[in-house]
């Protein structure tokens, strides 16, 4: 799989609170854990995530990875707390 821009597409469509909060998304594969590496930050937060092959396959499909979600929303709230 090499397709970044549909994965990004997928991601952001399937995960509409990254566009929402303003959380910037940025991957890349990394060949030897054989894995994308989705970085997402705000501000001074930032969580790294590793999607390995099925889960971004999963992904492209419409299907959420439930780690990944869980980072997401561990972001969301981290950003919300410092927004108070």
């Known amino acids: 799989m090499n397709d970044k821009e549909e994965l990004c ?3 952001t469509e399937i995960y509409p609170e990254i566009e929402e909060c303003g ?10 854990k054989k894995a994308w590496v989705v970085d997402l930050v705000k501000d001074a937060h930032e969580f ?10 999963d ?9 990944l979600g869980l980072e ?4 969301k709230k ?5 927004q108070c």
């Open 72 to 75: 997401i929303a561990q972001l």
């Open 59 to 67: 992904c492209l499909e419409g299907t959420k990875s439930a780690s």
């Open 48 to 57: 790294i995530h590793y999607l390995d092959a099925p889960e971004a396959k």
């Open 23 to 32: 959380i910037e998304i940025d991957f890349y594969f990394d060949g030897e």
């Open 9 to 11: 597409r997928k991601l």
């Open 78 to 82: 981290n950003i919300e707390e410092n």
